[in-house]
């Protein structure tokens, strides 16, 4: 019974939150609710999933609330340019190669990753700002697609609902059913043996910060569709959430544990958390300082 | 000094201890024999205070005891050395001594480096006390301990598997020095798997099976046979492998040439046959260990030729040498051997996972699962569920486990580093039987040994090495452990 209850702690906090938001405002379980609170968290889903991965291996980025503000960037400049695939694809790929820096860093040069993706995180702001002049930048050509995916629905489901779930489910996949889930898993558990094994410690590491660096502008592609903005100075601390909702999640900063499902659940935890707050008209200031008490509360239970 | 009675202890529903007596005089040194699992660290984890006993007395001293505090514990005297150690790795050999010893706020680094230095030094040793745990060999981190332990007023010191890391002269060295302790009325308890041992250092010896005292016995009126038959009910003379087998129907040759040894500028060069086993002795730092890291890539592309029946092979890290079929079992198993907190069916699928996988890389859990089972069951592992983690077995079922990882492969190559450490008598025949199996379907050998009985119980030939080089190479016939001693501390 205790090892049961252990198992599926993330599950029954997240399922306790949810009666008692139900209970406390009648306009929390409400369609229209719901899918807000799934798109306004599909975009720290992403980041957290990410995050997720480098956790695994031992490691943390910190530069991908930074990804996710450059991207958006990037997209709103790029749609004055070029097609909306090509621009789609232009920022995804800078993701890609942000993460494939930071991973070259911790991987290759090793550096330790906190150190690596703090100077990351502050180039990319950096570059953020420097492409945007510090101002924020409106969609020019292709606003309808990438509001589509920040905003548009499918069946009533929110499109940036569906993407958030559908990454989760193939990530959960790789982890599970895949080598390279395997080693993600193995490298974070205790590297030395995994080398001996013959595996590529450096090729792993390196490839669960491309993948955080990935998805990062991917959530960054969702952030400019919620306002058809690119903003230079949004997403400051998402990374600090993403880590918290890992953490609610179960995993273990020191690696090799950790849950796709869970960290879902960690993000949607406090998704409803900041949503019912909103709804039951609790100051900002007053958000936080609760937040905070409940993420500690989440962990501590954790434990047990 | 200490009486413990029908000291009981459980784990949720497991009986660690189910009723033990154990008697240790002052001046006495007191051996502790059982298989893993028989309950010896359970009791000594209770007698040292880290554990409270669910019922039973303790007196010590005169006075009963009842205390679930290893603080406490050390302030009454009495100190227990683990097998895995308690330092910290980051600290220097100083700050680790005094460690949690209050000496006022502010500390006094000479004064406390000098005396550190002198504590090494009355037990026998040399250190450098300001270099770091982590920078230390082994077996000079195991002295560190016993310095520590000793740098409070010990009355009863417990040692949990001593001379597993040591080399032969440092365990002369720690038997010399629990030998003045005993002359100065300390009580040692001394846990060793190695029976030479417990013969050479103790007064007595308590037998533990499943929990219970079997006997406790006068050293000089007990012999190996009837130890080792109360621990498991089993004859010594079974516990190596048949070796009458000729070695005739191999032909095939490794030759290593220029290997890279710890010592800067010189190099090896020795030959491995087919179906041989090939024992590697030598003192603690004699570059045993490196013989076998160097050869598995562990240091980069070595300046080395290997050269398989004639054709040259080059391996420049682990996977190059896994790709060729070499596997290897280290030295620390809980460091680089498996990977504690990863299932069974994870550790052993590790290093060969394409092998159950797709070739997009998906594993097949139905076909993982069937080789898994195979190993486990050729290996004969004693495991609950495929899917605990490795940390759950007992030593010995943990390096069938590191070995099954290997079997997975087409091995043509097995290097082993010290094959039966912290593994009990039981599992050490059947490993045993494992290796000697591997060498008769051709696979070659290498194993490094500290043991010396292990080491020509296995071997069909031995090289002993001494600073990085090669000393000797003695054949099957020609073993004697003195002759291997002399080549291993160079005095021929």
Redesign the interface.
Known sequence: MREKLLKYNTLIIFLLLLVISSIVSPSFLTGENISNLLRQNAPIGLVSLGMLLVILTAGIDLSVGSVVAFAGVAFALLSYEVYFSAGFLLVLLSGIIIGALSGYLVAYQRIASFIATLALMTIVRGAGFLLSKGAPITVGNHSSAILYLGTGTILGIPVSAILLFAIFAIVYVILRYHVFGRHVIAVGSNEEAVRLSGISVERTKFMVYVLAGFLASLAGLLTVGRTGVGTPNIGVGLELDAIAAVVIGGASLAGGKGSVLNTLLGVLILGMIGNIMNLLDITIYMQQLIKGVIIILAVIFQKK | MLQANEIKKFFGGVKALKGVDLHVEAGEIHGLLGENGAGKSTLMKVISGAHAADSGTMVFNGETIVHNNPHIARQRGISIIYQEFSLVPELSVTENIFLGQARGSWINRKQLDKEAAELISSIGFEINVSKKIRELSVANQQIVEIAKALSQKVKLLILDEPSAVLGTQEVKKLFTLLRKLKTEGVAVIYISHHLEELFELTDRITVLKDGSTVSTIATKDTNKDQLVSLMVGRELSQMYPDKTQSLGEFSGTIKIENLATVKKGESLSFELHEGEILGIGGLVGSGRTEVLESL?G?HGKAPSTIRINGKPLLIGS??D???KGWG?V?EDRK????????SLR?NIS??N??RS?NRW???D?KKELEIVNDLMKRLQVKFGNINDPLLSLSGGNQQKVVLA?WLNLDLKVLLIDEPTRGVDVGARAEIYQIIQQLANQGVYILMVSSDMEELMGMSDRILVLKNGQLQGSIDRKDFNEETILRLAIGAN
């Open positions: 598995f562990l682990p996977r040498a896994i790709r290897m280290p460091k680089f051997g498996g990977l504690l907190n990863l994870e590790m290093a996972l394409s996988a890389g998906f594993i859990g990882k």
